[in-house]
Each structure stands twice: as structure tokens, then as C-alpha cells.
């Protein structure tokens, strides 16, 4: 079984910066792409960023330049910088992995973390 785990949420004003962390835990499992997805209310869940297979990395155009992501394969460990945040990206963030266990590949989540924006 992969479990993944995020932290680092909470309320900023606008122009401020958070920091995500995420932790994914289990056994005999191989990550194949890590990254980050957000979810505001009303909304479909959105690509903030990913590190691809291929080790290519891809932000959603509306954080280009703002935010970074970072991993380290040996704990298995991603992070998501957020630099100058605006209201409009209050929304709940998901840690996403896609991983090979068994014999299969799948998707795995995190519960969510709130990030709140406001003056």
C-alpha cells in the first residue's frame, strides 16, 4: 500500500509565500511522476506542477515563474514553493503521485491541505 501525506497549509496575505511538503510511504513501490494538483470550490482540479517520467518539469501556466517544485528520491519526499500567492489560489492542495506497485500502476492522493489567501 502507498500513502501519501501532505503538510505546510494555512492562510497568507496576498503577495506572501507557503511551503507544501509531501510524504509518500509504503513498500515495494516505484514513483513514476510526483506533483501537485489544486482543487478551489466550484472548480475542477487543476495541474500546479509535475516532475514527468522523462524527468521534465511542468507548471500550470498561471504559476509559471512563482512557484517550484522540488523532490528527493531517496525519502521520498516533494515540496511545492508558492511565492507571491493571490486570492484567487485559495484553494485545497493535493500531493499526487503515480506509482507502479505490484503489478499495476496507479494514481495515489493525499487528503488535501487548505491554502488560504486573503488580506
Known amino acids: 500500500q502507498v500513502e501519501v501525506v501532505e503538510s505546510g497549509g494555512g492562510s497568507v496575505q496576498p503577495g506572501g509565500s507557503l511551503r507544501l511538503s509531501c510524504k509518500v510511504s509504503g513498500s515495494a513501490f516505484n514513483i513514476r511522476t510526483r506533483g501537485w494538483y489544486r482543487q478551489a470550490p466550484g472548480q475542477q482540479r487543476e495541474l500546479v506542477a509535475i516532475?514527468?517520467?522523462?524527468?521534465?518539469?511542468k507548471y500550470g501556466d498561471s504559476v509559471k515563474g512563482r512557484f517550484t517544485l522540488s523532490w528527493d528520491n531517496g525519502k521520498n519526499t516533494h515540496s511545492l514553493q508558492m511565492n507571491r500567492l493571490q486570492p484567487e489560489e485559495t484553494a485545497v492542495y493535493y500531493c499526487?503521485?503515480?506509482?507502479?506497485?505490484?503489478?499495476?500502476?496507479?494514481?495515489?492522493w493525499g487528503q488535501g491541505t487548505q491554502v488560504t489567501v486573503s488580506p
Open positions: 499526487h503521485v503515480n506509482a507502479h506497485y505490484g503489478l499495476g500502476t496507479n494514481d495515489y
Open positions: 516532475l514527468t517520467a522523462d524527468h521534465s518539469i
